[in-house]
DNA sequence: CACTACTTCGATAATGGTTGTCAATCCAGC
DNA sequence: GCTGGATTGACAACCATTATCGAAGTAGTG
């Protein structure tokens, strides 16, 4: 947690980048390979590394899979949630004040403390719903 | 899709037993393991089997974890979230029709089909926070 | 009961995303 | 240029889950 000393390499970079210019949610190992494709000299295991780091920045937003994948993406600042396309992966960020008002209202009632919660919408998208 | 007949064995007995007698969450290894102290004599593959079949027919509710385990948990018929507690996995099963109203609102002004969520609320629950 | 057509089981091997290992490399400051 | 800690990358290890496939159970029928 102690936010120990992070040097920003040529690889971690490359990683921001390669996030930063796509809207969609992208796997690792899809980020790997585009990273790849495009020349950039990486492995596979930096790139876990840096998103996985991105990630406890909070500078990047990871969604779970029905299939245990891990999808990454930059996300402007601010607490919002997901509406995922299952068919090309585009996502639209949403926001729901309601919800979370909702959602601390019910940890409350209950006791909970700590909390966080996770509100993820999968669909199909107009284009590929065809 | 289209429900194959279904038999009901003794080892799908024994796991959706297992299942209801509990109220908390189990991955399938657990539940396994529980099994088998038991003396139930069963697979691992059949409680996998098992509990995907009791998924697919909406008799168990699944959730994931954030380190990409499945936890099984059997639940009473219809849609409703989860309040977990990340100590001893204690679930509290909350409704949330505001919610559901503003998931749906939300996918159809984004033009979204076949849609489905899931909002899960993880916490630390009263006895475990001390 | 015998026969047959299926479903189901279970041991084990395979899958596949993710994480650990560890020597080589890079970088910052002296 | 040296030195020490952070970082990298190729590869092995992990581990939950899934596929495989021969064996075994189970209606249903006559």
Redesign the pocket.
């Known amino acids: 947690m102690t936010q ?9 970079r490359a990683v921001a980048e390669a996030l930063a210019t796509s809207p969609e949610f992208h ?3 899809q980020l790997h390979a585009h990273l790849q494709r495009e020349g ?14 991105m990630s406890d920045d909070g500078d990047v937003d990871v969604v ?2 029905d ?5 990454y993406r930059s996300c402007s600042t601010g607490h919002h949630h997901h509406l995922v396309c299952r068919g090309c992966g585009r996502a639209v960020e949403i926001e729901g004040p309601a919800v979370e008002r909702w959602a601390t209202r019910v940890s409350d009632e209950h006791g909970f403390v700590d909390v966080e919660h996770t509100v993820e919408i999968f669909g199909t998208c107009q284009d590929c719903a065809d």
């Open positions: 120990t000393t992070r040097r920003p390499t040529r690889q971690r796997s690792a190992q950039t000299k990486i492995g596979l295991a930096t790139v876990y590394r840096a998103l996985q780091a779970r899979t299939d245990g994948e891990s999808l």
